[in-house]
């Protein structure tokens, strides 16, 4: 069965780190595009950044530039987000997905919550 | 390019017909429908605007092109209340912009 589990999110003060990791199986995770979306409580989906299979190219949006790093270990068939000067408006559920065929994302993991707040 | 997607909120019946639409700032090539339910994985139902995702029932259906797409559901079922996002993607400039949901209630 093709999976992705997500992991890793919790309460962090703002200005702070938190590592996310999404755990992939049943499919060949090297030879695929990986990204990240998050969906603030009650607003919509977000993209938030890719990399590639051997994580040679990344890619983020605007808003966590420069603050968020995404990588992959593929040994380990496992995804990840750095982030780093969390913000309030950084929480959300973070959700894993692989890009498939026709750039759909399929599957996504469950998502993982991240609350910034003191 | 920015996806503008309507209704926002939607209340229908069991057996009834449903229409959601999403409008592109301009011409786009993949056009993507999830499915999202409170602590479930979103789950796509339609990509490339209109071909059915395996496992999806036929009751779900996408069309149109260029800026102007629908998903049409032909008969609610109790488990299709969630939230639908529609989703462009172009993955040479890097940008996969999501339709701000329609949440389709009872």
């Known amino acids: ?118 | 390019i920015q996806m503008t997607q309507s209704p926002s909120s939607l209340s229908a019946s069991v057996g009834d017909r449903v229409t959601i639409t999403c409008r592109a700032s301009q011409t786009i090539i993949y056009l993507n429908w999830y499915q999202v339910k409170p602590g479930k994985a979103p789950k796509v139902l339609i990509y490339a605007a209109s071909t059915l995702q395996s496992g999806v029932p036929s009751r779900f259906s996408g069309s149109g092109s260029g800026t102007d797409f629908t998903l049409t559901i032909s008969s609610l079922q109790p488990e299709d209340f969630a939230t639908y996002f529609c989703q462009q993607s172009n993955s040479t400039l890097s940008e996969y912009t999501f339709g701000q949901g329609t949440k389709l209630e009872i």
């Open chain 1, 1 to 118: 069965e093709v999976q992705l589990v997500e992991s890793g999110g919790g309460l962090v003060q703002p200005g702070g780190s938190l590592r996310l990791s999404c755990a992939a199986s049943g499919f060949t995770f090297s030879g695929s595009w990986m990204h990240w979306v998050r969906q603030a409580p009650g607003k919509g989906l977000v993209w938030v950044s890719r990399i590639n299979g051997d994580g040679s190219t990344t890619n983020y949006s605007d808003s966590v530039k420069g603050r968020f790093t995404i990588s992959r270990d593929n040994a380990k068939n496992t995804l990840y987000l750095q982030m780093h000067s969390l913000r309030g408006d950084d929480t959300a559920v973070y959700y894993c997905a692989r890009q498939s065929v026709r750039y759909r994302f399929d599957p996504w993991g469950q998502g993982t919550l991240v609350t910034v707040s003191s």
